[in-house]
């Protein structure tokens, strides 16, 4: 790159054997194979890290290498059906974290980053993944840049280059060449990827791709894992609360079992088995199968997260900031009409509003530029225009940016007079205009008052000028509005009444003008008061503005800043925020939520920064991500409950049974069979129904819930287990054989069955229904543990059969567990503190691992054999 940096931009060029119309399709298929993908990292599912996962459990390591000590004693049976029972556990997570990672790879491969390149001449949008050494690429405002890029042009062009350098204020960009040696922070001729276009626009030639480029050899020397989720850390916290409960119990089996003189080899066995038992192993494999079965919901239903984790995130906001384009309206801008201050020239707004643009127009179409440039260009009245705008020569430009909110340009006539036309928000662009007719601004108060859009076009005489500065744009004369239709949504008020049953509250956060945006708000039936400016906000400090936000509804006139600065004062009350922004302006903001969504017509820098792309701006879509995104944490917490509660009850009565009988309780392996069994039945837990009143509010860990929890059932399931004991000792006169046999097949039916009763807090079956799947997984494994002891692998697993008469007992006790546990609910419940609000937590700097993302391929977007040759776009000797 500095190479590059030191050359003429004409002689790179030459030396990557290209001229201003960028390469050829054919050329570019050659340089593609040549180079490779523009990419930095991969989301290919890999089976040997989901296998990594499965097995660096330490208990896992110890429980083995116990085994295999069994077995060179002696004991090779018990050490080889641990070792099988070991691996189909390990198997069945492996399988289904896999299939996780697999719809994680296919989700990715839906999100692409466009950008324009130049090629054959013609403007055209392409992945920044096909991007090669040699295309021509055009930079605008928000665009993050796709490569590293030689300047050709440059327009007022500021990069943010801190995810490289750390540097938080925009680098001026320019053209010239630059002295040799000069350092990365001083290549102001160069745009580099993985920054962002502050301001102004730009247009050069791509000298390296992928890890060839400075951002790709950091982002592709990343380790660790990525930011951690609020939901990632409630599993952390959750996993170390059963690693004090598994150590302590561990600990005080196996002490006893050495006190009562039992083989110390056979004590370790048996004391890390109930360590395993009580672990929820399959819990990563649940969590994964419900993030990889919500995220295919989530995407049916035009929803896509970057990270499958983001989902429970979506589920936990109860706040929504949102711009109104497209959400509250129907995001088709339309161009209505143009009111002139000048009656002899009806005409003057849309012949000037044309030429002051800073979209590339080719055929008559604005490609790559704003909404309303496009909305403009393609309206029936712009055809009329299109022979005089054709006529003009641009001279200079100054870009849009969003603390002027204006655009200028300074054209040359065809016949050869120079103007200067400034187009842009009504309020900046008349500030700079003399003598504005009353007429004017009734006309425009009129416009906002029916809820339009408007845009003001100004001009002055500019035969002095050759470049334009801001020092410019004044002493303009008005020449008219520009008017634009974006009418409200018809099922807006839909929308929002499901947003408020699933208790978020909607604000409207935006650029426009406070009465548009409050015109707006009322045609939906969304409440409002007074409306909250930027100038407002700048008079307000933090607490007050805190105050101000829950009773405001919409904030206008607002700088991205502005956006930001809401977003983090209202997480600081303690909120879990979500922020829906498309635009350049709303990346700080995005950055600053909990959850950042954004969507797939957005632009470069805001989908960067989002965490959610949702295929279509609507706010049905972003409720039905939520109500996914609860059900499927419900569904996880299901799982973690129950486990917790039913596998500390067994492993409780297993440490009581040690102490006064004279043989184990449970041989090794029939504890770790009990615990495969009950897994797989969990298996069907993604699949499971939610409660309505489930969905109605945001859920987060609680791991003081979890605790009370684990601690209150968890002596149920004990009870009925000593009741076992009892029935197998004094009724039935079991010996070890028939004793663990008894306890397995009771065991298994009690912690497999309470699902029904833990999964929801209403009446099972009566008032909340489970899913068929879960129904016929919990059933199904409770007949199979009965039927086993009466199968040929029973003498292999140390099972007898069992009289009838138990089965009968079984029954009765099943029934009254389910019964007692249905009462605890009631006075649990009836009792527990409702969840505190969540803590507001830092904003993490994301940069560069989420930037790394956008420069990445999925496996079925690769070229199919690795075919990224490492030979490097040499710019000076071709």
Not at 330 to 342: L, P
Not at 732 to 754: K, N
């Amino acid at each position: 790159m500095s190479r590059a940096a030191e050359l003429p931009g004409e002689q790179v060029l030459h030396g990557l054997g290209v001229d201003h119309d960028g390469l050829s399709a054919g050329e570019v298929t050659r340089r593609l194979a040549r180079y490779g993908r523009n990419a930095v990292s991969t989301h290919r599912a890999r089976l040997l890290p989901v296998l990594w996962h499965q097995v660096r459990s330490p208990l896992l390591v110890l429980l083995l290498v116990a085994a295999v000590a069994s077995y060179f004693v002696g004991e090779r049976s018990d050490a080889i059906i641990i070792a099988v029972i070991l691996a189909l556990s390990v198997g069945l997570g492996l399988v289904n974290e896999y299939r996780a990672e697999k719809a994680a790879e296919a989700l990715h491969s839906k999100i692409s980053h466009r950008a324009l390149a130049v090629r054959g001449g013609h403007p055209v949008a392409v992945e920044v993944t096909t991007l090669v050494p040699g295309d021509v690429v055009d930079l605008q405002l928000g665009d993050v840049v796709p490569a590293d890029i030689r300047l050709l042009q440059a327009s007022g062009l500021e990069c943010d280059e801190s995810v490289l350098t750390g540097e938080s204020l925009p680098v001026d960009k320019n053209p010239a060449p630059v002295p040799a040696g000069t350092p990365l922070a001083g290549l102001s001729g160069c745009a580099l990827m993985g920054t962002v276009v502050h301001a102004g626009s730009g247009r050069g030639v791509v000298t390296a791709t992928g890890t060839r480029t400075r951002f790709g050899s950091i982002a592709g020397g990343l380790g660790g894992h990525p930011i951690e989720t609020q939901f990632q850390a409630g599993l952390r916290r959750f996993s170390m609360l059963l690693v004090y409960v598994a150590a302590g119990l561990t600990t005080s089996i196996f002490v006893i079992n050495v006190v009562l003189h039992r083989p110390i080899l056979e004590a370790l066995l048996f004391s890390l088995a109930i360590a395993v038992g009580i672990t929820p192993q399959l819990l990563p494999a649940v969590v994964s199968m419900s993030l990889a079965a919500g995220s295919r919901q989530m995407a049916r239903r035009k929803v896509l997260v970057k990270r499958l984790v983001c989902i429970e995130d979506l589920g936990d906001i109860d706040t929504l900031f949102t711009d109104k384009t497209g959400t509250l309206t129907q995001g088709r801008i339309s161009f209505m009409r143009a009111v002139a201050t000048d009656p002899d020239s009806p005409d003057a707004p849309l012949r000037w509003g044309l030429t002051c643009t800073e979209s590339v127009v080719e055929d008559g179409h604005a490609i790559g530029g704003n909404p309303l440039d496009m909305a403009l260009w393609d309206s029936p009245a712009a055809l009329g225009q299109h022979v005089a705008v054709a006529g003009d020569t641009r001279l200079s430009i100054l870009p849009f940016d969003h603390e002027r909110r204006m655009v200028s340009i300074l054209v040359r006539d065809q016949h050869g007079a120079q103007t200067m036309v400034t187009k842009g928000a009504p309020e900046a662009v008349l500030e700079r205009c003399g003598n504005v007719p009353d007429t004017a601004a009734t006309a425009l108060a009129a416009e906002f008052t029916a809820g339009n859009r408007v845009v003001a076009v100004a001009t002055r005489p500019a035969s002095d000028l050759t470049q334009l500065t801001t020092a410019d744009e004044g002493n303009l004369r008005l020449a008219g509005l520009l008017v634009f239709l974006d009418p409200p949504k018809p099922d807006a008020a839909a929308a929002l009444g499901r947003l408020a049953a699933l208790g978020i509250t909607v604000k409207i956060v935006t650029g426009d003008n406070p009465a548009v945006a409050v015109k707006v708000c009322q045609d939906v039936g969304l409440p409002v008061g007074t409306a909250l400016t930027g100038t407002d906000i700048d008079s307000l400090d933090d607490p007050h503005l805190a105050a101000a936000i829950t009773t405001t509804t919409v904030f206008a006139r607002v700088s991205p800043e502005h956006k930001a600065r809401i977003v983090r004062i209202q997480r600081m009350t303690g909120r879990a925020v979500a922020f829906l922004g498309d635009g350049v302006n709303d990346a700080l903001a995005l950055h600053a939520a909990d959850v950042g969504i954004s969507v797939d017509s957005a632009t470069d820098v805001a989908k960067d920064a989002a965490d959610v792309i949702l295929l279509e701006k609507d706010l049905n879509v972003l409720a039905d991500g939520v109500a996914e995104g609860r059900r499927i944490f419900a569904n996880t917490i299901k799982y973690v409950l129950m486990g917790t509660s039913s596998n500390f009850g067994n492993m409780f009565s297993a440490a009581g049974a040690s102490m006064f009988l004279k043989f184990l309780p449970m041989l090794p392996s029939q504890i770790l069979l009990n615990n495969l069994l009950y897994d797989t039945s969990q298996l069907a837990i993604p699949t499971d129904h939610v409660d309505e009143e489930q969905l109605r509010r945001p859920s987060h860990w609680d791991i003081r819930f979890i605790r009370r929890f684990m601690l209150y059932f968890g002596p149920f399931s004990s009870v009925f287990d000593f009741a076992t004991f009892a029935v197998m000792l004094w009724v039935f006169h079991s010996g070890p054989a028939q004793f663990r046999t008894g306890w397995f097949v009771e065991s298994l039916a009690t912690q497999t069955l309470v699902i029904f009763a833990i999964r929801t807090r209403q009446i099972p079956f009566f008032r909340s229904h489970p899913s068929l799947p879960l129904t016929l997984a919990a059933l199904g494994v409770v007949t199979v543990g009965a039927l086993l002891p009466a199968t040929p692998l029973a003498n292999v697993l140390g099972f007898h059969p069992l009289p009838s008469g138990f089965f009968a007992a079984l029954a009765i006790m099943v029934v009254c567990y389910l019964g007692l546990v249905e009462v605890g609910k009631r006075l649990f419940y009836g009792v527990a503190p409702a969840p505190p609000g969540l803590p507001a937590l830092p904003v993490g700097r994301r940069h560069l691992r989420r930037r790394a993302a956008y420069f990445s391929i999925g496996h079925r977007r690769e070229l199919g054999s690795d075919q990224a040759a490492t030979a490097p776009a040499d710019v000076s000797t071709k």
